[in-house]
Nanobody, 121 residues
Framework: QVQLVESGGGLVQAGGSLRLCCAASGGTFSSYAMGWFRQSPGKERDFVAAINWSGSNSVYADSVEGRFTISRDNAKNTVYLQMNSLKSEDTAVYYC??????????????WGQGTQVTVFS
């Protein structure tokens, strides 16, 4: 069973950038597709981005397309979310997730505890 730990969240001014990291342990990282989700207070958890097991295919929510980039390093058991041109509406707790299905359709069964991202104007 894979364990996930996010890092890299923080406070950033609108228009700035952050890079989130998610370190995986306890499983064979390349056996999993990986995703990022986010949740704002009072709202449901929303999909942000996902990447297949090899890193050759990624998908994004419309709200982040062109601003965020998901990537992975299977040698380091880590998935990243590079977030550029941040907006106040990107403020949320960001969660890393792992899917035992390596290609779409993903089923995210394993979750990290989240990292807070706050974007101020």
């Amino acid at each position: 069973q894979v364990q996930l730990v996010e890092s890299g969240g923080g406070l950033v001014q609108a228009g700035g950038s952050l890079r989130l990291c998610c370190a995986a342990s306890g499983g064979t990282f390349s056996s999993y597709a990986m995703g990022w989700f986010r949740q704002s207070p009072g709202k449901e958890r929303d999909f942000v981005a996902a990447i297949n097991w090899s890193g050759s295919n990624s998908v994004y929510a419309d709200s982040v397309e062109g601003r965020f980039t998901i990537s992975r390093d299977n040698a380091k058991n880590t998935v990243y979310l590079q977030m550029n041109s941040l907006k106040s509406e990107d403020t949320a707790v960001y969660y890393c997730a792992a899917s035992g299905l390596r290609e779409v359709p993903y089923e995210f069964d394993y979750w990290g505890q989240g990292t807070q991202v706050t974007v101020f104007s």
